[in-house]
């Protein structure tokens, strides 16, 4: 089971030639990961502030494959592909309106302990629920 959600390219988010500026897709994937985590009913507070751990991005990627442009609308497929002990790693692929690839971006991201920043068992919660997605 995958999630799914969409963009649209803006103005200010392209380039001189009408192109996805490239840092751009690190923002519209985290826009998709948290469409993502509010489908599962996760409270953000809980992830936020939360005083036990935290969970910062160890990991981004992207690769592009096809221009995204200006004015147009793609959607973002996003699949859980590894869940570890105290990490697990996400890949949103971005599809044109035909359903071409145009790019892959992968984040992985390791819950800590707020003190001391080593790394802490996820919440059995969050688990329970990313392991529904998590890609065969």
Known sequence: MNFKTSTKIRF?????AGIIFYAKVFEFAHNAFEDFFESLGLDWKNWFQNDAHIAPMRKASAEYTSP???????????????IGTSSFSLRYLFEDKTGKPCAVVDTTHVFV???????????????????QYLAA
């Open 113 to 131: 302990e707020k003190k001391n920043l080593k790394p802490t068992p996820m919440p059995e919660d969050l688990r329970q629920k990313l392991s």
């Open 12 to 16: 200010h988010d392209a380039d001189p």
């Open 68 to 82: 995204l442009h200006f004015g147009e609308t793609y959607t973002i497929e996003v699949q859980v592909t590894h």
